[in-house]
């Protein structure tokens, strides 16, 4: 079987499909449900909107590629071929113009880095000492110059573009009495902090301390780690879809949000988008809130049970991943 792989520029293009126009070239009988949303009778209530489906019936949804397969039961490669066969100069209603969201675009071209400290000292006493983050593992982050310490003494996660130029910073204070985190003015989140692997599986969290918690787990078990890791920076998803769009060997989504709402529903929406054309799986860090606070009782775990071997587990307590 032929391998085919797609520019950006063409995975731009057929994104860009208006999929309410397609269905109706398609010969489906689409009406409007509500202003902005549409509808295929018929079909156990499949909505659409230009730029995305959901399907309830099937629980399932996502983009132009994504109902391209659903509908015509084509595999993914196909229905891309599909979609760029439409002549969208001779049919412009085909294309779909986000304009909402091009106006809330932030200009990125000023950003820079928050100006460095000359120590590092108050940055690894919070990762390490605080929470409880493998100290090799903070000290390569720091030589690979994706973390560094600003003149205010946070922790500052670097993201960077497929040509290495630093597009986004996460802040996290130091201060345990005074919480502090953002991002950087002007920070895009499509390059948000990310560790690059060499399998075709990509984990996602919502905070780089989170997606180090996980990797220091993987390191206290003996378990080496090659797969991709990524930081949302919350929960938007534009840091997942510009990493598979530059990774076009991703096959898996491990979700390892938060255990709340917003981390379950951060789930959904991924399932929702990509369960068509990628394995998704979700790894939650339960009974706790996220994984860094598992790795905190783990670490206090460990400690009792080297003072005493017949101490007793943490009721709940879970094994690392």
């Not at 909505?47 to 084509?74: C, S």
């Amino acid at each position: 079987m032929p391998y085919y792989r797609f520019t950006e520029e063409q995975l731009e293009q057929v994104n860009h499909i208006n999929i309410i126009a397609y269905a109706k070239s398609q010969g489906y009988p689409v009406e409007e449900y509500s202003k902005g949303y549409f509808r295929i009778p018929g079909f156990g209530g499949l909505l659409l909107e230009p730029d995305k489906w959901y399907w309830e019936a099937e629980h399932r949804g996502g983009g132009p590629i994504q109902f391209v397969m659903a509908m015509k039961h084509l595999p993914w490669v196909e229905a891309v071929k599909e979609l760029l066969n439409i002549d969208l100069e001779s049919n412009t209603d085909f294309l779909y113009h986000p304009t909402e969201r091009k106006s809330k675009t932030v200009d990125k071209s000023n950003f820079r880095l928050p100006p460095k400290n000359t120590t590092y000292k108050h940055i690894f006493a919070y990762l390490v000492n605080a929470r409880k983050l493998d100290a090799e593992l903070v000290q390569d982050l720091v030589k690979n110059h994706k973390l560094y310490e600003d003149k205010n003494e946070n922790c500052v996660f670097v993201g960077y573009d497929k040509n290495g130029i630093e597009r986004f910073a996460s802040l996290r204070g130091t201060k345990t009495q005074r919480p502090f985190k953002g991002d950087a003015a002007g920070s895009d989140k499509r390059y948000a902090f990310s560790i690059e692997g060499t399998t075709d599986a990509l984990y996602i969290f919502e905070s780089p301390i989170d997606l180090i918690s996980y990797l220091t787990l993987l390191k206290q078990s003996g378990i080496k780690y090659s797969d991709h890791y990524i930081s949302l920076s919350g929960i938007s998803t534009a840091a997942l879809e510009q990493y598979i769009v530059e990774h076009p060997d991703i096959r898996k989504l491990i979700v390892c949000t938060d255990n709340d709402s917003a981390g379950e529903d951060a789930f959904i929406q991924i399932y929702k988008a990509y369960g068509l054309t990628y394995e998704v799986k979700r790894q939650s860090p339960k009974p706790y809130k996220d994984f860094n606070e598992l790795l905190v009782k783990k670490v206090f775990q460990d400690f009792l049970n080297s003072r005493s071997k017949d101490a007793p587990q943490v009721p709940g307590k879970e094994e690392p991943p």
